[in-house]
């Protein structure tokens, strides 16, 4: 205690804690990490950021004798942050794996998002908030959009509202932030909110008392933004330099006589330029990840974690996401590959391979075995941590009947005048065909567990053509967690359209933003023209 610039770091273990690391530390101030519950009752400024479930998050409180050391010191009233399920644990209990008991220190029952509204579950993404006075460390948010990502809420009511600082609409209004005294806790996440989020730790790390904003401005709730997602296919050049790559429907290699790997730029410098321009998220996918050994590819591991320093929005890795055995006969689960990733401050794993034989296996069998990649993932981690990663091509057909995989009418015949296609998943970075489609894979991965679907299109690929519409619609459609289109953006107007045909939550491109052909802004400039929130 008494060392100004150090804060204590409540981290039991259960997650990516590293980002919200790296923001202190950005602000400049040192970390003292909770070991036992009296360095929770010696500390002068606690945060505590709740990863992973809430059930399992108690027991490892309750079995460290934690809960009881935070509930004596937010009884003291001394400076106290809890983000995301560090808010939620705050109230009496949780329907999450439950009804579980929480620390009971605010009155409530946190549940789940309900379905009923149409809202995509989890919720994913960037809303703006609605401010109530008092709120202090909110008060440079103003109208600017933070970034939430939960499937469970806290609600307002009479019990809670001397509490509430802020709340925010998903289809209905939830608590956004609580505050009293010097207790505090969002729901968002201010490590990965871009400024406005640093804002939010910068004022709770400084004295908030004396520092109030004279006249803060409060901003009002939004409708969830549709997210603009920049994304960085990596794999080793031929000299084995990490390099950020970028194909034509899928094949990365130069057609010149050296025929070598397209090379547009280092990993960890796009990655900060892009999180400059305004990307809302950011995605690594090491598109070799099948042939290597994935632990063993350290580099990526370094990409992250140096990323990470620099880059305040999520951070998603794909690639090479299943269980494996190394050449020393030593096997890995997938889990603990995302584990490594996740620690080396990834928010969110993708699996692209894996999912497709999992999706496969399930399909045949009707059977949740519970040890799958996506099963085990989301159970440790949440759903909203791991992305599906789909790789389909499309295949013609003239009529529905021919198959047994959902088809949609295409716009453009097929070569043989075929109006009619499916789209066949395939593994290994698109370059074998699986016998699952793209629809029956998206609803499977959904009922195992996936929370977030990245739906690519090899055809679409690096061409410039706009998104398959096509394709998303019949995808988000499928499911009712949120879709990321991807692949074929070449002009501003294929964002506009794909969000107001289709139920995509997010856009994701890479080819028109590594060439420097449309900045970041202007997509979201054009979005807000046509009236499509998005976070400027
Ligand atoms: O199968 O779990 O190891 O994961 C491998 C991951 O790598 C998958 O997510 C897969 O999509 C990706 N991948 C594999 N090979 C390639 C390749 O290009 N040869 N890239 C590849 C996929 C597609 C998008 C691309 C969009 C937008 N890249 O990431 O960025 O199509 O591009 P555009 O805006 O330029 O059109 P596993």
């Known amino acids: 205690a008494g060392n100004d610039s150090a804060v204590t770091l409540l981290d039991y273990g259960a997650g990516n804690v590293r980002s919200v690391r790296n923001a202190i530390r950005r602000l400049g101030y040192d970390i003292k990490d909770v ?34 050391a935070l509930c004596s010191y937010i009884e ?30 605010i009155p409530g029952v946190v549940g789940r998002f309900d379905a009923s509204t149409g809202f995509r579950v989890p919720h994913i993404g960037w809303n703006a908030l609605d401010i109530r006075e008092g709120g202090e460390i909110l008060d440079e948010i103003g109208g600017r959009h933070v970034y939430f990502v939960h499937s469970y809420r806290a609600m307002p009511m009479e019990a809670n509202e001397e509490w509430i600082s802020s709340t925010c609409n998903y289809g209905e209004e939830f608590i956004s932030s609580i505050r009293r005294g010097n207790i505090h806790a969002v729901q968002f996440h201010p490590e990965k909110s871009g400024d406005a989020g640093l804002s939010v730790l910068r004022r709770f790390l400084k004295s908030q008392k004396t520092n109030t904003v004279k006249k803060p401005s409060l901003g009002k709730a939004s409708r969830l933004s549709k997210r603009i997602i920049a994304c960085l ?18 094949d ?9 790997v397209r090379n547009l730029g280092k990993p960890v410098a796009l990655a900060g330029q892009y999180y400059k321009d305004g990307a809302d998220e950011v995605s690594f996918l090491n598109i070799t990840g099948f042939r290597d050994c994935p632990l063993g590819d350290l580099p990526m591991l370094k990409v992250l974690r140096s990323a990470s320093e620099n880059v305040f929005v999520p951070l998603t890795v794909g690639g ?72 389909p091509r499309r295949v013609y057909v003239k009529s529905p009947d ?14 043989h005048g075929e109006e009619y296609a499916w789209y066949q998943c395939t593994v290994n970075g698109g370059r074998v065909g699986r016998q699952i489609g793209a629809y029956e894979l998206a609803k499977a991965v959904e009922e195992l567990g996936a929370g977030e679907i990245l739906l690519n299109c090899i055809d679409c690929d690096g061409q410039g053509q706009g998104f398959d519409i096509g394709l998303v619609k019949m995808v988000s459609n499928a499911v009712t967690i949120p879709v990321i289109a991807s692949s074929g953006a070449g002009a501003v107007e294929h964002f ?22 449309v900045p970041i802004v202007s997509v979201k400039k054009h979005l807000s023209d046509k009236g499509i929130e998005v976070r400027l």
């Open 76 to 105: 003291r009233d001394l400076p106290f942050l809890g983000i995301c399920l560090g808010l939620q644990l705050l109230f009496e209990a949780s329907e999450e794996n439950g009804p579980v008991k929480g620390l009971g220190v």
């Open 233 to 250: 296919d990596v794999r080793a050049n031929d000299k084995g330099d990490l390099v950020v790559t970028k194909g034509d429907q899928y």
């Open 402 to 415: 021919n198959v047994e995989f959902k088809t949609i009418k295409v716009t453009k015949p097929g070569p």
């Open 320 to 391: 090479g996401i299943r269980d494996f055995t190394d050449g020393n006969g030593r096997y890995y689960s997938s889990l603990e590959v995302a584990a490594e990733y996740f620690r080396s401050g990834a928010d969110k794993v993708s699996i692209g391979s894996d999912a497709v034989y999992v999706a496969e296996a399930y399909r045949k069998t009707g059977v949740k075995t519970g040890n799958s990649s996506i099963e085990q993932i989301s159970r440790v981690y949440g759903n909203q941590a791991v992305v599906v990663s789909i790789d």
């Open 496 to 517: 506009s359209e794909v969000f107001q045909e289709t139920g995509a939550s997010a856009a994701l491109a890479a080819g028109i933003f590594h060439r420097k052909e």
């Open 252 to 260: 990365v290699r130069e057609h010149s006589k050296e025929n070598e």
């Open 35 to 68: 070991q036992t519950p009296k360095d929770i009752l010696s500390a002068t400024r606690l945060v505590f950021p709740g990863v992973g479930a809430f059930a399992p998050a108690m027991d490892v409180l309750n079995q460290k004798g934690m809960a009881e």
